[in-house]
């Protein structure tokens, strides 16, 4: 049975409404789904109504980024009250914040002489502010499009040279995210339920066991071992991690939009595919 446990909507940083999102998991024969917006779930009412229509079976989730000392790493939560108060409380407090530091990038950009209505820009963003829209906005501007060009020397821009660039430079700005305690979630938990996952933990190439170990000890219930940032040696040590360590293996496609263009290939669904065979203890999660 193929699944999908990790998709973004309009409500974060994709690019498809939560309706569109299901409409597109539904031709791919998608059986479970998980709405995964950044530390929001304003969507999943959208989305769980869409996949009824669809017989898709909707699993309530978030995809919060998150830190444990000095360790920050994104956290994938299913199953758990999402109409909880405590919730919405520590989800309002992280868009704040989030938002506040996207305004001290964009103004440190006029500053140095883009042209930018940096209101304007934000107040389109009700709830998590998505850095990728951000650049669009910003990107949008001719003037604005036609400097970056001229100084990263490239006609192609990319999303990643263009954050790299203007909003992770500590000459112009260094963003960085709104990050919310591990202990903080996990005492939350406590009252709202749900599964604790740590998300493409491979994404970085290097797999920290004894890091594992410890948030396993905490209350972390498991790894998502399938994903399209993950390399297959990577895959491979993850479900040989989650036997030995007890974990649920859950996977994700972390679907933001098709890439356009005339490129062969517009998203990882197009080379990758997710069954709930391969994964360690997922009933625990899509309960079927």
Request: glycine share 6%.
């Amino acid at each position: 049975m193929r699944i999908d446990l990790q998709v973004h909507s309009t409500y974060s940083d994709g690019y498809l409404t939560p309706t569109q999102l299901v409409k597109f998991l539904a031709s791919k024969k998608i059986k479970v789904a998980s709405l995964t917006d950044h530390n929001t779930v304003a969507g999943f009412h959208e989305f769980k109504h869409a996949c009824l229509k669809n017989n898709i079976k909707a699993v309530p989730g978030i995809e919060l980024y998150v830190k444990l000392k000095h360790k920050k790493f994104n956290l994938l939560w299913y199953n758990f009250d999402y109409n909880h108060p405590d919730l919405h409380l520590m989800l309002r407090d992280s868009q704040k914040r989030r938002k506040c530091l996207i305004r001290k990038g964009l103004n440190a950009l006029r500053k140095i002489g883009f042209s930018i209505d940096v209101n304007k820009t934000l107040d389109k963003y009700a709830h998590y502010t998505p850095i990728n829209k951000v650049v669009d906005d910003f990107l949008s501007n001719p003037k604005n499009l036609a400097r970056v060009k001229k100084e990263l020397k490239t006609k192609l821009i990319r999303e990643e040279d263009v954050i790299s660039k203007y909003f992770r430079n500590p000459e112009i700005y260094s963003l960085k995210n709104s990050f919310i305690g591990f202990e903080r979630i996990v005492k939350l938990r406590k009252k709202i339920g749900g599964q604790l996952i740590l998300c493409h933990p491979a994404k970085h190439s290097y797999i920290d066991k004894d890091f594992l170990k410890r948030l396993k000890e905490m209350g972390l219930d498991g790894l998502e071992m399938m994903s399209p940032h993950h390399s297959l040696g990577a895959i491979m040590y993850l479900q040989a991690l989650s036997r030995e360590l007890d974990f649920i293996a859950t996977g994700g496609s972390d679907f933001h939009r098709s890439e356009g263009g005339t490129y062969p290939l517009q998203k990882s669904w197009d080379y990758f595919f997710i069954s709930n065979r391969f994964l360690r203890k997922i009933n625990e999660i899509i309960k079927n």
